[in-house]
C-alpha cells in the first residue's frame, strides 16, 4: 500500500484569531482532507507525552489483570459502560464472524442523581475497572486534553465551511462523548480474520492515538483499502456519521477496519465526540447533490446504535446508517 493520509499540523489552531494565515491554512488542509477521504494525520496537538504514556500504561493494565476480577462489571443492555469480553459483539448486519477484539467501555461521566440522568437514561457514572492502578486518573487527563483538541477542530472545520461555530460547540455541552480501551490479541501474517469488522462511526469527530502495532486499515473513494500510518505523537483523525450529516455531506464518513496479523497485542483507545442528548443532527448547509439523509436526535441515535450490539436486537429508525461493509 502506498497511499497515505494526508498529515496536517495543527498547532495553529489553537490560541490563534480566525483571520490568522496560519490559521486558515490549516483548516483549509483539514477541510479538504476530511472532504476527500474522511481521515487525516494531525501533528501539533499539543498533548504532552506523559499524558499519552499514562493513558497506555493505564490500558495495558487494564487488560493484563485477570479477566476473572471483572465478573460483574460487563456492559449490559441498559448500561453500556465496562468491560466487553473478546468476541463478545458481532457486526451489527448479523451473520459475520464475531470481531476479535476486548474492550472496556467509558462515557462522558455525571452522578447518578445529575437531573440529566432522568432526561436520558444514556447518563451516568462510569464502572472503572477495579485496579490498584489509577485507571480514572489516566483517563481523565487524557479525555481533557482529547476535548480541548476536538473542540479546536470543530471551531476550524466550522470556519472553513461559514458555520457559526458557537451554534456547533453548543451542541457540545454536556455530550454523549465516549471512549473505548481495545485489545486486539495476537493475530497470524496471513489471519483474515476481524479486529473490528469494516464499518463507519457514528459520531461528530473520532481521535485516535499512535498504535505501534498497526492494523487500522481505511477503505478509499476507489474501493482500496490503505493503512492508516501514523507516527509517535501523532493521531488519526475522522469524521462520523453525525457529523457528515450535520454539513449536507460535505465532511464524508469513511469505512475502515482493523486487523491485527501482528504476534503481539494490539491496543488502542479511540476517542468518540458525540453532541448532547437533545441535539437534533440535521443539515446546517444545503446538501450536497446526491446527499439524502433523515435528521436524527443524538441521544436516540446513539441509544440504537448502543442496543443493537447485541444480536437479538435491531435499530428501530431506517434512517441510521450503521456501515457495515464487506471488505
Known amino acids: 500500500m502506498t497511499a497515505r493520509l494526508a498529515t496536517v499540523d495543527i498547532s495553529s489552531l489553537f490560541d490563534t484569531a480566525a483571520t490568522d494565515p496560519s490559521r486558515v491554512a490549516c483548516r483549509e488542509a483539514l477541510h479538504q482532507a476530511l472532504r476527500d477521504t474522511g481521515f487525516a494525520v494531525l501533528q501539533g496537538t499539543g498533548v504532552a507525552p506523559e499524558v499519552l504514556e499514562n493513558m497506555r500504561q493505564a490500558v495495558k493494565a487494564v487488560f493484563d489483570a485477570p479477566r476473572s476480577r471483572y465478573q460483574g462489571w460487563m456492559v449490559d ?4 459502560r465496562g468491560y466487553v469480553p473478546l468476541a463478545y459483539f458481532t ?29 436520558s437514561a444514556l447518563y451516568g457514572p462510569n464502572r472503572w475497572p477495579p485496579l490498584d492502578f489509577d485507571v480514572r ?93 501514523c507516527a509517535e505523537q501523532e493521531y488519526v483523525l475522522n469524521v462520523g456519521d453525525m457529523l457528515e450529516l450535520l454539513t449536507g455531506g460535505r465532511l464524508v464518513s469513511t469505512p475502515h477496519r482493523v486487523t491485527n496479523r501482528s504476534a ?16 437534533l443532527v440535521a ?45
Not at 443492555?77 to 453500556?80: G, I, L, R, S
Not at 465516549?178 to 469494516?198: A, E, F, K, Q, V
Not at 437479538?312 to 450503521?322: P, S, W
Open 77 to 80: 443492555k441498559n448500561n453500556y
Open 264 to 279: 503481539r497485542q494490539r491496543q488502542s483507545f479511540p476517542y468518540f465526540s458525540v453532541p448532547r442528548f437533545d441535539v
Open 137 to 229: 486518573s489516566a483517563v481523565q487527563a487524557y479525555w481533557a486534553e482529547m476535548t480541548r483538541v476536538n473542540d479546536a477542530i470543530l471551531k476550524a472545520l466550522c470556519e472553513a465551511l461559514g458555520i457559526d461555530p458557537a451554534v456547533v460547540l453548543a451542541m457540545m455541552e454536556r455530550p454523549l462523548t465516549n471512549m473505548t480501551l481495545l485489545n486486539y490479541p495476537p493475530g497470524r501474517p496471513h489471519d483474515d480474520s476481524w479486529g473490528i469488522h469494516p464499518h463507519k462511526d457514528f459520531n461528530f469527530l473520532t481521535l485516535l492515538a499512535h498504535d505501534p502495532v498497526g492494523g487500522l486499515e481505511v477503505r478509499t473513494q476507489e474501493g482500496a483499502w490503505i493503512e492508516a500510518q
Open 91 to 119: 457486526p451489527n448486519a448479523g451473520g459475520a464472524r464475531a470481531d476479535q477484539y476486548e474492550a472496556w467501555k467509558l462515557h462522558w461521566e455525571v452522578d447518578a442523581k445529575d437531573p440529566i440522568c432522568e432526561a
Open 283 to 327: 443539515p446546517l448547509l444545503p446538501p450536497v447533490p446526491g446527499f439524502q439523509r433523515s435528521p436524527l436526535q443524538s441521544g436516540a441515535a446513539s441509544h440504537d446504535i448502543w442496543y443493537s450490539n447485541w444480536p437479538d436486537e435491531a435499530v428501530t429508525d431506517a434512517a441510521i446508517d450503521l456501515g457495515n461493509y464487506a471488505d
